[in-house]
């Protein structure tokens, strides 16, 4: 099993990520603490940090805002931990401790902490664990509290959450006083996870265990809970089990069901739990849930949960591009699950997903000037009828400044800035790099300093400065499109065979490592069709375009309107081209020939006339970079000639 990698030890520095981070700790972290504490003007109003000062009677007020409103707060200070990591900044310092402050205020006196309860119906404390949060609000929180420990070594939040985790612990399990029960939203196993690691406490991993494991134990659970209150908070359904995936236990469970994120933050925690525990059963559990994603259920973005009823996964290979869902936090999930998983198995096909994830469906989320933000990804948006006709409502497509459930937001600045643990893995003798970025890393064997330009650019080269003069592993992660054909791998100059050296998509390189051993990995990046199976009925006869880990698509802004009527040629012709302007520089973009099909019957609904085709060069951008330039059209899937 992998030990966990602390981001004091990585420094990014990369020319695509680093302007990401900075972008996220310039801009973004102090754009959403304005807009936690309601001063920024044009956006959807938060109270989140107001509704802590009222819970701690420093204020006068109502709450506002969701039951959940307390884990916005807790993002955006696990969000700032991992920033001060990346860039030290002692005045956001001293105002994140102000807030933990607040917050602490608003802890209970039996360490009891929500808001929501503890201003407007504290009579109602923990009677409705099917809707109401409180499980999701504190596991966020610990997750805050060990990112801040490790950040800055102050322990005051972590000493609240200690607290919280104790009145969590002596109300819920089997022993005699306490009720049984589990999250509505699974977050909690998370953050009691996150505690266990940071503590070594053994109580914390038991309590994950508890509410993993007592899961689908009564299918009927939040019925009963139901017939003991005569009040409902949303008015969720108790009978639809598979919303929240009680309706089997974990151990059973082998397809991806009911609300997206939830599901992902349980797979993570089970995988945490497999790891740490060695669970062979659990881990088969979570094997057969990855296998369902990705084969059937996930987006050639990395989008996951297909359909706005109930932000759900959908059935198998029904996977539309204009009515998606397909939640930032879902995508984020999925990377959580992902790494976990590398901890018990180091497989490719979890670093190819984490980097899916991270160039494509994770920051297609925010606008590039970091102050808009996406909850829904779709493939395709047409205006006009995205975010306004029937059934599209959720498809809008431009992003707002914020909005009332406003989880993806902080859960994009959190990921974005704690990226270091998601590239670097370290097990006993073996080094793993999981991603091409640009970092200098420390570990107890070896300082590596890595050179990238991915994923614009195929070279990327390693130089490692070994700590003691020892044998160990470096394993460098092949992502699957790399033609292992055309891969080149130098040691010191010299060539290396990787015909045998390669397993399970890592790059296993052991030897003796001296004080400047230079590592290049040289590989081509041809721009790439790929198709979809045809049981997923919206592409059929579409391709989509890749280059590297990136997907492609298109907008009207550069192809001119009715994006549906374009074909990219069957014989690919396809030139990779500089991007210019403040949107596109350093990027590639691409031009492609094709055609446009061309209506001939005028303003008639239908015609006997042929439509011809025009041959036309097309415009394709990185996915992530669509919807920057105002409204317009946006297809991912793209017709092909035949």
């Known amino acids: 099993m992998s030990s966990e990698i602390k981001l004091n030890q990585v420094q990014i520095s990369d020319d695509f990520w680093s302007h990401m981070q900075e972008l996220v700790t310039d801009v973004v972290i102090p754009f959403q603490e304005r807009v936690l504490n309601d001063e920024e003007p044009g956006v959807e109003k938060s109270h989140a940090i107001d509704n802590f000062r009222i819970a701690a009677g420093?204020?006068?007020?109502?709450?506002?805002?969701?039951v959940f409103q307390d884990s916005d707060v807790a993002k955006w200070l696990e969000g700032v931990a991992y920033s001060l990591i990346i860039k030290p900044d002692a005045e956001l310092e001293a105002r994140a401790d102000a807030i933990i402050e607040i917050v602490a205020g608003a802890q209970q006196e039996d360490g009891y902490l929500n808001t929501y309860f503890t201003i407007k119906e504290p009579e109602h404390r923990w009677q409705n664990l099917l809707e109401c949060h409180e499980l999701y609000c504190a596991g966020h929180m610990m997750e805050a509290a060990v990112a801040y420990y490790e950040a800055t070594g102050k322990d005051r939040l972590l000493g609240v959450m200690e607290r919280m985790a104790a009145h969590i612990i002596r109300r819920f399990g089997d022993d005699e006083g306490k009720v049984a029960g589990i999250p509505g939203h699974q977050e909690v196993e998370i953050g009691l996870m996150r505690m266990y690691h940071?503590?070594?406490k053994q109580q914390y991993k038991d309590m994950a265990r508890y509410f993993l494991e007592e899961r689908g134990k009564n299918p009927d659970f939040f019925k009963e809970e139901a017939a003991k209150r005569d009040w409902e908070h949303f008015g969720m359904k108790p009978e639809d089990m598979k919303y929240n995936q009680s309706h089997a236990t974990v151990y059973e469970q082998d397809e991806a069901v009911g609300h997206s994120v939830r599901a992902v933050y349980m797979y993570t925690a089970m995988a945490d739990l497999a790891a740490e525990d060695g669970d062979a059963r659990l881990l088969e559990a979570c094997r057969r849930l990855w296998n369902n994603i990705v084969q059937q259920k996930m987006y050639i973005t990395g989008g996951i949960g297909a359909t706005v009823v109930g932000e759900s996964f959908s059935v198998p290979y029904e996977l539309p591009n204009d009515t998606v869902y397909a939640e930032t936090c879902a995508s984020i999930g999925l990377v959580f699950f992902a790494k976990?998983?590398?901890?018990?198995?180091?497989?490719?096909?979890?670093?190819?997903v984490m980097e899916r994830e991270l160039y494509n469906g994770i920051i297609s989320g925010m606008q590039r000037d970091g102050k808009r933000f996406f909850y829904v990804n779709p493939l395709e948006v047409n205006p006009g009828t995205s975010g306004v006709a029937a059934g599209y409502e959720h498809v809008i497509p431009e992003r707002p400044g914020w909005y009332a459930c406003a989880c993806c937001p902080p859960n994009l600045v959190r990921m974005v800035t704690s990226l270091g643990k998601y590239a670097?893995?370290?097990?006993?003798?073996?080094i793993y790099s999981h991603l091409f970025i640009g970092s200098?890393?420390?570990?107890?064997?070896?300082?590596?300093?890595?050179?990238?330009k991915y994923p614009w650019n195929g070279k990327v080269s390693y130089e490692i400065k070994a700590n003691q003069n020892n044998a160990f592993t470096f394993a460098i992660h092949i992502p699957s499109y790399i033609d292992r054909k055309t891969l080149r791998v130098c040691l010191n100059g010299v060539a290396v065979d990787t015909q045998t050296l390669v397993r399970d998509g890592y790059l296993y390189l052991e030897r003796n490592w001296g004080r400047a051993d230079q590592i290049t990995l040289e590989f081509q990046m041809p721009v790439r069709k790929i198709y979809a199976n045809t049981k997923v009925r919206e592409d059929v006869?579409?391709?989509a375009l890749m280059r590297g880990p990136v997907v492609y698509c298109f907008e009207g802004v550069d192809n001119g309107g009715q994006l549906q009527a374009l074909y990219v040629n069957r014989t690919l012709d396809a030139a990779v081209v500089a991007g210019e302007g403040n949107l596109f520089?350093?990027?590639?973009?691409?031009?492609?020939?094709?055609?446009?099909l061309v209506y001939s019957g005028g303003t008639e609904l239908y015609s006997e006339e042929e439509p011809v085709f025009e041959s036309v060069m097309l415009r394709a951008i990185p996915y992530f970079a669509w919807g920057n330039r105002g409204l317009n059209q946006m297809r991912v899937w793209i017709h092909e000639m035949r």
């Not at 007020?61 to 969701?66: L, N, P």
């Not at 670097?424 to 073996?430: H, I, S």
């Open 58 to 66: 420093l204020a006068k007020g109502e709450f506002y805002g969701m």
């Open 198 to 200: 940071a503590t070594g």
């Open 340 to 352: 976990q998983m590398l901890k018990s198995e180091k497989k490719g096909c979890y670093a190819d």
């Open 424 to 430: 670097w893995d370290e097990e006993n003798d073996v």
């Open 440 to 452: 200098d890393v420390s570990f107890a064997h070896a300082d590596i300093h890595v050179e990238s």
């Open 541 to 543: 006869g579409c391709v």
């Open 585 to 596: 520089e350093g990027m590639s973009l691409l031009d492609v020939a094709g055609h446009r």
